[in-house]
Nanobody, 122 residues
Framework: VQLQAFGGGLVQAGGSLRLSCAASGVTFSSYAMGWFRQAPGKEREFVAAINWSAVTYYAGSLKGRFTISRDNAKNTVYLQMNSLKPEDTALYYC?????????????????WGQGTQVTVSS
């Protein structure tokens, strides 16, 4: 199983980015997917999750600015990030769990991508 995250970059505060995570080696529709992030010196934190049925779950502080979605035909999960703030700066990871499951716990996920860096300048 491989997860490849991409789409990060440098953006000014107030801007937008869309992250993508492409999965291979799996029956993608059988996996719930999540996004997490980790800023320097901080613990990894939950961002959003989406299950088989495209039901979504967000970290409370991010709901309304971030949107998770999936395209099972393309084996890809997305994270649309709007109104970005400097505190959103982090390495963003996608993760997969072989269940129809929404979880905000990193320990619940079976597979992880390598991360893509998002830097928001003020």
């Amino acid at each position: 199983v491989q997860l490849q995250a991409f789409g990060g970059g440098l953006v000014q505060a107030g801007g937008s980015l869309r992250l993508s995570c492409a999965a291979s080696g799996v029956t993608f529709s059988s996996y719930a997917m999540g996004w997490f992030r980790q800023a320097p010196g901080k613990e990894r934190e939950f961002v959003a999750a989406i299950n088989w049925s495209a039901v979504t779950y967000y970290a409370g502080s991010l709901k309304g600015r971030f949107t998770i979605s999936r395209d099972n035909a393309k084996n890809t999960v997305y994270l649309q990030m709007n109104s970005l703030k400097p505190e959103d700066t982090a390495l963003y990871y996608c993760a997969a769990v072989y269940r129809n499951y929404l979880s905000d716990s990193a320990r619940e996920y079976d597979y992880w991508g390598q991360g893509t860096q998002v830097t928001v300048s003020s």
